[in-house]
């Protein structure tokens, strides 16, 4: 055994800050960095530093993705704050309270108008939200496990409060989200604890920001708002599946009248949407959104207009993905009519609606 008085089979020497008595001793105040020198026997010296190793890359990459996963909800929470254009206090009225999504289910009411942007070339077209129908009526029952939506059509003939029997469309144009919401419960019998109102210039960055949507089709062949040629969108596709770009889920998602398919229709329509729905919900959890997350956080509070502050709006996004893919429903309707002062318009006996409304609800 080595005594304390033996040669150590190495020297340390650490150089470091000098503090203030060394200073005031005239002692040279140089700040060097701490560099490890070890001496073995014979005489020779190895300079030592921070070797990188397995654990310290883990700790790092940890670090990083926090670090950008903070920055990402930072961005959401700021976009959700300065959203433009909420929804207006006689539509909050009309909602009732809710509880948090994460343990608790709620139904959220997503509207989607038919105005369309300043610009437009289509004829007869409203570019104000005021006078807007309602093109889109989704019922998304949403927390707690629960992910399931109800696409109600446009030209469902319903009770409007206060205007008679009209289209189910029409109610957005006479009173905004606010009679819209009191309609779809009068006709469901649910109350609506949330509204989305989906903003459609800000719809397709969104979906380019994580990277598009995956979507299964018919053939299709739509123009909108006047077609390319005109200042609008043209969307054709042969049958299959398909990648599609924000611009082109949006003329998806806005196609009744389709060329290559007589049958298309609204009901039609109200399927792709849901799918496109879907196919977000996917996209979420692909590393392209990961990625792209901070762009894709700033722009999801921007496409859509909603009573929801951006806390209970996470709490709506985890709970969609906590509740799977949700299976296309639409509210079918056993015939059609044409009212006098109305047009063309679907029938839903009260027997339909409560047999969807039990599935909404319970699966």
């Known amino acids: 055994m080595p005594s304390d008085l033996e040669e150590r089979p190495y020297k340390l020497y650490r150089s470091g800050p000098k503090g203030l008595r060394a200073r005031l001793r005239g002692e040279d105040d140089e700040l060097q960095p701490q560099v490890e020198y070890r001496k073995y026997k014979g005489g020779s010296e190895r300079r030592t530093g921070r070797r990188i190793t397995p654990k310290r890359v883990i700790l790092g990459l940890i670090v990083a993705i926090a670090a950008w996963l903070l920055l990402s909800l930072v961005l959401f929470l700021i976009s959700s704050a300065t959203q433009s254009g909420g929804i207006p206090s006689d539509a909050q009225a009309a909602l009732a309270s809710g509880g948090n999504m994460l343990t608790s289910t709620n139904t959220v009411l997503v509207i989607g108008t038919d105005q369309r942007p300043a610009g ?22 949403v927390g ?60 397709p960055k969104f ?12 053939r299709i062949c739509s123009e909108i708002s006047g077609g390319a040629q005109n200042g609008g969108w043209t969307l054709n596709l042969q049958p299959g599946t398909h990648h599609l770009s924000g611009i ?32 977000i919900k996917s996209q979420l ?27 209970t709006l ?34 839903a006996s009260p027997q339909d609606v409560h047999q969807a409304v039990s599935k909404l609800v319970n699966g």
């Open 120 to 141: 437009t070339h289509e004829a007869g077209a409203n570019t104000s939200d005021a006078g807007s129908r309602s093109d889109t009526l989704m019922l998304w029952r």
């Open 144 to 203: 707690g496990g629960v992910s399931r939506r109800l696409s109600i059509p446009r030209d469902t003939l319903v009770s409007i409060p206060g205007h008679g029997t009209n289209k189910i469309n029409a109610a957005y144009a006479f009173g905004g989200p606010a009679l819209t919401i009191k309609t779809v419960d009068a006709l469901t019998g649910l109350k609506i604890n949330h509204v989305i109102i989906i903003n459609f210039a800000n719809f």
């Open 207 to 218: 979906i380019d920001a994580i990277g598009g949507v995956t979507v299964k089709t018919g």
């Open 248 to 279: 082109q889920a949006l003329t998806l998602a806005r196609t009744r009248e389709n060329s290559c398919d007589a049958a298309s229709n609204d009901l039609t329509r109200e399927g792709y949407q849901q799918q496109i729905l879907n196919a």
């Open 285 to 311: 959890l692909t590393p392209y959104t990961f990625f792209h997350l901070p762009w894709a956080s700033w722009y999801a509070p921007q496409s859509i207009r909603t009573d929801m502050g951006g806390l």
């Open 314 to 347: 996470l709490s709506m996004f985890a709970a969609s993905e906590m509740g799977g893919s949700a299976p296309v429903q639409i509210l079918e309707p056993t015939g059609g009519e044409n009212v006098p002062g109305v047009g063309d318009s679907l029938i």
